[in-house]
T-cell receptor, first 115, second 112 residues
């Protein structure tokens, strides 16, 4: 079946612009995660949804970052007033269950470049 | 919070040799330890995982060992092949949370 998809794959934004990144998880997956991966680094947790509920947003670096999953499937990560340090690959992952300790299936990522 | 360290940061081996990557974690409540492989420009993919009630797990050429007392776990790849070349990330997950904490990664190069 189809895996996790993300769009756009690449995004170039001018400093100060708002951006919206989309994630389509695997159908039926309960859990959805967003990560930020800087060049040469491991993914860093941003936020976690179980269905439509955002259960953990402790990794969001500032109030410029906002994520939603209103119907418990597609999710959007929005970054307001982008800054150069926001440049990174943003990875989305989904997991079939809501409990802990389950494999996460990653999307291809969105590479954001802020000029 | 959890902190995961990973060594070495880069590793080069000859084809057919073994490769070992080690990770340490700080949170004794962590009880799930997956390993992900990420090829250049591609998404991370799970290659093996281990839970804290098990000391070792093997899947063909790949094995993972866990020492909960010392809070470290290792990835072992035997009979390495050029297609094993990638960046490998370990992660630690707390039992009652969903926050995966990844290590910084190890770039493995298998030389023909």
């Amino acid at each position: 079946g189809a895996g996790v998809s993300q769009s756009p794959r690449y995004k170039v934004a001018k400093r100060g612009q708002d951006v919206a990144l989309r994630c389509d998880p695997i159908s039926g997956h309960v859990s959805l995660f967003w990560y930020q991966q800087a060049l040469g680094q491991g993914p860093e947790f941003l936020t976690y949804f179980q269905n439509e509920a955002q259960l953990d947003k402790s990794g969001l670096p500032s109030d410029r970052f906002f994520a939603e999953r209103p119907e418990g499937s597609v999710s959007t990560l929005k970054i307001q007033r982008t800054q150069q340090e926001d440049s990174a690959v943003y990875l989305c992952a989904s997991s079939p269950k809501g409990g802990p300790n389950n494999e996460q299936f990653f999307g291809p990522g969105t590479r954001l470049t802020v000029l | 919070g959890e902190n995961v360290e990973q060594h070495p940061s880069t590793l080069s081996v000859q084809e057919g040799d073994s490769a070992v990557i080690k990770c340490t974690y700080s949170d004794s409540a962590s009880n799930y330890f997956p390993w992900y492989k990420q090829e250049l420009g591609k998404r991370p993919q799970l290659i093996i995982d281990i839970r804290s009630n098990v000391g070792e797990k093997k899947d063909q050429r790949i094995a993972v060992t866990l020492n909960k007392t010392a809070k470290h776990f290792s990835l072992h790849i035997t009979e390495t092949q050029p297609e094993d070349s990638a960046v490998y990330f370990c992660a630690a997950v707390r039992g009652y949370g969903q926050n995966f904490v990844f290590g910084p990664g190890t770039r493995l190069s298998v030389l023909p």
